[in-house]
């Protein structure tokens, strides 16, 4: 069984690729391909035999056939889009590929052919608000949601009045798992607390709780999600910094591990990811405290043990790689990794 670690390189127009070691998590640098046209937001296939890539630069998304045996990546062609995407997703079958864009202010939903590659035109493109950023389905693949972040932010569209336009809420839509279009759920969305920003979020592996972590309040927060109605309700929301800290802060991509004991918030600016405890009969979360990063750490992403995690350093071409004590979720940090310009992704696969 080998894990790889692809490392998407928006800067150098590549990804870069690692093999993992099961025992110590260390990386051994396994080459690269490359990807014209800004590499960032990746996505697996549930098949773990297709790779998706984002291009920023030049609008458009790829599909990339992986070699089981050598993690190599080949080209299966790309299509363009309506705007630089910033997170991509494969739906629970792995029939469609779900889109959204920040500062285009919109979703999209592609189908996938047989062997994997991405058809256009998309099935589903339109306009939902300005700073859209996850975009994934439920484990039931009934359902949908889309975050927003709230106005304030930088790269948004000005309003009259000199602030960035963001809506703060999270979309909710029926998914149509057969042909991947998109209904209004009702309510179509909740709005999240004044300031919150809503950003990315990820599902806990056995309990019906989403896990939401908020750009602008630098805090994550706790929804109970109705696995009939498909809607969410918030819960519980905490915050990802030292009671200490005055400087500035963004949170960025959020992970839970897959025992669902633990989970992890980047840290932007306090340059720190943020680990939390989940409770085992509720799945409340509680502070454990905060591993240094280099910065910025926008992306990261725990291998599929849960007993690693590795942290991209946006502004140092760094990867740190951190042990994780399984007991309670806490981070050690291991070893430093260059790995080039402006890593954007990372995205552990196992190819077993």
């Known amino acids: 069984m080998t894990t790889y670690l692809y490392v998407s390189l928006q800067d150098d127009d590549r990804i870069a690729r690692f093999v993992i070691d099961p025992q110590k998590g260390a990386l051994e640098p396994s080459g690269s391909t490359d990807v014209a046209g800004g590499p960032a937001p990746l996505a697996i296939s549930p098949s773990?035999?297709?790779?998706?890539?984002?291009?920023?630069?030049?609008?458009?998304?790829?599909?990339?056939?992986?070699?089981?045996?050598?993690?190599?990546?080949?080209?299966?062609?790309?299509?363009?889009?309506?705007?630089?995407?910033?997170?991509?997703?494969?739906?629970?079958?792995?029939?469609?590929?779900?889109?959204?864009?920040?500062?285009?202010?919109?979703?999209?939903?592609?189908?996938?052919?047989?062997?994997?590659?991405?058809?256009?035109?998309?099935?589903?493109?339109?306009?939902?608000?300005?700073?859209?950023?996850?975009?994934?389905?439920?484990?039931?693949?009934?359902?949908?949601?889309?975050?927003?972040?709230?106005?304030?932010?930088?790269?948004?569209?000005?309003?009259?009045?000199?602030?960035?336009?963001?809506?703060?809420?999270?979309?909710?839509?029926?998914?149509?798992?057969?042909?991947?279009?998109?209904?209004?759920?009702?309510?179509?969305?909740?709005?999240?607390?004044?300031?919150?920003?809503?950003?990315?979020f990820c599902f806990h592996p056995s309990r019906d709780l989403v896990y939401v972590s908020n750009e602008q309040a630098s805090s994550v927060s706790v929804y109970a999600l109705d696995p009939d109605a498909g809607t969410l309700s918030l819960l519980d929301t905490q915050s990802t910094l030292p009671a200490d800290f005055e400087g500035r802060n963004s949170c960025a991509q959020i992970q839970i591990s897959p025992s669902g004991r633990a989970l992890y918030v980047g840290n932007r600016g306090h340059n720190s990811i943020a680990s939390f405890a989940l409770d085992k009969a509720s799945g409340a979360i509680e502070s454990t405290g905060w591993a240094e990063a280099d910065a910025v750490p926008r992306a990261f992403h725990l291998d599929p043990s849960g007993r690693f995690l590795y942290a991209a350093g946006l502004e140092t071409g760094t990867l740190v790689s951190y042990a994780v004590d399984t007991d309670c979720g806490r981070l050690t940090r291991l070893a430093t990794y260059e790995v080039g310009a402006k890593p954007m992704w990372v995205l552990p696969v196992d190819l077993g």
């Not at 991509?88 to 939903?109: E, K, M, P």
């Not at 590659?117 to 099935?123: E, Q, R």
């Not at 932010?153 to 999270?170: C, W």
Request: proline share 8%.
């Open 48 to 200: 773990r035999r297709t790779l998706y890539v984002g291009q920023r630069e030049d609008q458009a998304m790829s599909a990339w056939s992986v070699d089981p045996a050598t993690g190599e990546l080949a080209s299966m062609g790309s299509v363009p889009l309506a705007g630089e995407p910033c997170q991509i997703a494969t739906d629970r079958a792995g029939r469609f590929l779900l889109s959204a864009y920040y500062q285009a202010g919109r979703c999209a939903v592609h189908a996938l052919g047989a062997e994997g590659a991405v058809i256009d035109p998309a099935i589903e493109s339109f306009e939902t608000g300005s700073g859209a950023h996850c975009f994934q389905t439920d484990p039931s693949n009934r359902f949908s949601f889309l975050p927003h972040i709230a106005t304030g932010s930088g790269g948004l569209p000005l309003l009259a009045e000199g602030r960035r336009e963001g809506p703060n809420t999270i979309m909710q839509f029926h998914f149509d798992a057969k042909s991947g279009q998109l209904s209004a759920n009702e309510p179509d969305r909740i709005d999240a607390p004044p300031g919150d920003g809503p950003r990315h």
